[in-house]
C-alpha cells in the first residue's frame, strides 16, 4: 500500500510513519521535493501523478518509484540526470486503460518500445505497469480495465531480464481497490480512505 498524501501537512504524514507507514506517494513534482526535506529518511518515496520532463531534475534527488512514465523521452532525461545525481530508481509504465483523455498513460501499443528503450538504462529499472480506471459506479467496466491491465502485463513477460521485471500492477484507489486487488493489484494507492477528503485535487 502506498499512501497518497497530497494536500495534507507533513504532520499527517508523520502520524502515518508513527503507525507503520513507509511508502507514501505525491502526484507532484515540487509537493513531494518540499515534504521529503522535512521526514525521515527511510520514507520510500513514490511518484504517482503526471510528470513533465522538465522537472525530473528536481525529482531525481528524492524520489524512490516513479509511476507514471509513459515516453520514452521522460526516460531519457531520467537516465541522464539520475547518472549525474549517482542514484537508481524503480518506475511502472502507466497505460491509458479508460481512453479517457484526462487520464495521461501511454497507449498498450507503445510498450514494446518502452521495455526496448529501458532495457538499455542503468539507473532505472522498470517493475511493472500502472494503470487508472473510469470513474464510475460500473463495476464491470472497472474490473474490465484492471484485468485488461494485468492481461497486458503478461503479455509482455518476455521482455523480463537484466533490469526489466514486471512483477508490480499500480492500480487501485479508494474508490475502486478492492476490485483492483481481485485483479491482481500489488500496489494499491490510498489517499481519501486513509486521510480523509481533500479539499482540492
Ligand atoms: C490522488 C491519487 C490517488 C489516491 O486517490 P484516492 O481516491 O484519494 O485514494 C491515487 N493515485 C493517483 C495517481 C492520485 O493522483
Known sequence: MVAITKTHPVSVIMEAYEAGLRHFGENKVQELTSKTEDLPDDIVWHMVGHLQTNKIRNLVHCVDWIHSISKTKQLKELEKRLGQAERHVHVLFQVNISD?????????????????????????????????ASFTDNQELIRKQFRFLRELRDKHRSFEGGNIRLNELSMGMSGDYSIAVEEGATLIRLGSTLFGSRDYT
Open 100 to 132: 479517457e483523455d484526462q487520464k495521461s498513460g501511454c497507449d498498450a501499443g507503445d510498450l514494446p518500445e518502452l521495455l526496448s528503450f529501458a532495457s538499455g538504462l542503468q539507473h532505472v529499472s522498470v517493475e511493472g505497469l500502472m494503470g487508472m
